[in-house]
Structure formats: C-alpha cells, structure tokens
C-alpha cells in the first residue's frame, strides 16, 4: 500500500495552508495499491517531536478502501473522526511552536471496519485495530513556523 500527497513528497516541507499558522486545510492524500482484503481504512496523523510527548493532530476511520484518497479539506462520506489531541474530532494542522518538527501520516488498511463511534480516542482506535491490520503505508512531511 502507499500513501502520498500531491502537496508536499516524503519527508518534503507541508504548505501552510495545512497548518494552523494559516487556513488549517487537511491536506489532500492518495491511497495507492490497497489489498483487496481490506474492509476498511483508518489515518493517523501524528507529530513525535512535540514535548512532552508524541501529539495525535487527526484521527479518521471506516474510510472506504476504494475511496482513492482525501481531497483538500474534503474527506469521503461516512468516514469517521476520532479525537485529535485538542479534543477534537477533527483536523488540526501542524502549529510547532519553535523549530522543525515531522508529520507523521500513517494509513492502515483493516480486514473489516471499526465498530467505534464518531469521537473515539486514538488508544480505543488503536486497540480496535489489533488484529486486524493486513497492511499499512507512512508519508512524512516536515514544518516550521512561519517567520
């Protein structure tokens, strides 16, 4: 499977329309090779450079395997969001508040949806998904505050 973005290459710098600096715009993605066994798709996108720990910026699953990707700001019905680490079942663009830090987007492809509801944590996510991963794909980007 491959995750890609036709914004910003892997480990390439993200615009900052996506960040919270500026229009806080979820980047488009593209879903590429997924397995024929997969019932489902779920994204975690996650910064581990900030302290004191690693910060969940956007939380989505039961997105349809054959949904190709997200456009900008656009996701496909009946996907669901989990709680970002605003508490928020949302996007949150990258806003580092000194420094470069990386942007971890991580797709997994699941051999069946989650049987969670809008708004669950990324831990109830992550336990839900055990199992159940046949396949999986990571596209980094980097940002820093504007100057």
């Given at each position: ?33 997924v ?26 699953f ?21 709680r ?64």
């Amino acid at each position: 499977m491959e995750l890609t973005s036709p914004e910003f290459k892997n480990g390439g710098v993200i615009p900052d329309r996506f960040s919270q600096y500026r229009d806080n715009h979820s980047p488009p993605l593209t879903f590429r090779d997924v397995p024929e066994s997969a019932g489902a798709l779920a994204l975690i996108v996650d910064d581990p450079d900030a302290k004191p720990h690693r910060f969940t910026h956007w939380v989505a699953f039961n997105i349809a395997p054959d949904a190709g990707g997200f456009g900008e700001n656009r996701v496909p019905e009946n996907v669901r969001h989990g709680r970002n680490d605003l508490g928020q079942a949302a996007y949150a663009g990258p806003k580092p508040p000194d420094g470069e830090h990386r942007y971890f987007f991580h797709a997994y492809a699941l051999d069946r949806p989650l049987d969670l509801p809008a708004g669950a944590s990324r831990e109830q996510i992550e336990d839900a998904m055990v199992g159940h991963v046949v396949d999986e794909a990571e596209l980094m980007g980097r940002f820093a505050p504007p100057k």
